[in-house]
Nanobody, 126 residues
Framework: QVQLSESGGGLVQAGDSLRLSCAAS????????MAWFRQAPGKEREFVAS????????EYTDSVKGRFTISRDNRKNTVYLQMNNLRPEDTAVYYC???????????????????WGQGTQDAVSS
């Protein structure tokens, strides 16, 4: 069972940057797809970004393209989300998710992921 733990959230102003980290509890020889989702108050959890184990396929939701960058360090079992030029509408709890690449068809669908972190709160003031 893979356990995920996010860190790096905080309160910032519009235009600032934050870097989120998600550490997996154990190294595995299996290839896990890693993703970030977010959930704003009163809204559904939505896809933000994902990366394959090798990083050869990366996806972003349209609203963060050009501002957010997902990356991973497989030696450290960690995936990152660099968030630049933050906007108030980026305020949400950010969740890390993972599942075996071979099990995932739609990278953007939350039901595809079996492993989730506890979430980290980001708040962006205007």
């Amino acid at each position: 069972q893979v356990q995920l733990s996010e860190s790096g959230g905080g309160l910032v102003q519009a235009g600032d940057s934050l870097r989120l980290s998600c550490a997996a509890s154990q190294r595995t020889s299996s290839k896990y797809l890693m993703a970030w989702f977010r959930q704003a108050p009163g809204k559904e959890r939505e896809f933000v970004a994902s990366t394959t184990w090798s990083g050869d396929k990366i996806e972003y939701t349209d609203s963060v393209k050009g501002r957010f960058t997902i990356s991973r360090d497989n030696r450290k079992n960690t995936v990152y989300l660099q968030m630049n030029n933050l906007r108030p509408e980026d305020t949400a709890v950010y969740y890390c998710a993972a599942d075996l690449e071979r099990n995932v068809v739609d990278f953007t669908a939350k039901y595809e992921y079996d492993h989730w972190g506890q979430g980290t709160q980001d708040a962006v003031s205007s």
